[in-house]
Nanobody, 127 residues
Framework: QVQLVESGGGRVQAGGSLTISCVASGRTPAGYAMGWFRQAPGKEREFVAA????????YYAPSVKGRFTISRNDGNNIAYLQMNNLEPEDTADYRC????????????????????WGQGARVTVSS
């Protein structure tokens, strides 16, 4: 079992930056692929970013590519989502997710592929 807890959400003005963290407890996240998803009020959950179990490969939704960076520090059991040049459209609840990756350097973009989820961190971007 892996427990995930997000932190670092908050309110920021458009153009600002924010970094949210996902701390894993229980089994070490090493060997687990991880991802970030978000859900805005009244909208469906959408994929934001993913990182492979090795950490070598990342993938981003077109709407955040070039502005967001996903990373992981398995030594500290933490994954990060650094968000720059935030826009009001980025306002949402952000959740991290994890799943065991059966082979090397694999990432997942479909929420149905993930097994473990955090409770979410709210990010509000004002114009």
């Amino acid at each position: 079992q892996v427990q995930l807890v997000e932190s670092g959400g908050g309110r920021v003005q458009a153009g600002g930056s924010l970094t949210i963290s996902c701390v894993a407890s229980g089994r070490t996240p090493a060997g687990y692929a991880m991802g970030w998803f978000r859900q805005a009020p009244g909208k469906e959950r959408e994929f934001v970013a993913a990182i492979s179990d090795s950490g070598w490969t990342t993938y981003y939704a077109p709407s955040v590519k070039g502005r967001f960076t996903i990373s992981r520090n398995d030594g500290n059991n933490i994954a990060y989502l650094q968000m720059n040049n935030l826009e009001p459209e980025d306002t949402a609840d952000y959740r991290c997710a994890a799943r065991f990756a059966p082979s090397g350097d694999v990432y997942y973009t479909d929420s149905n592929d993930y097994v473990y989820w955090g409770q979410g961190a709210r990010v509000t971007v004002s114009s």
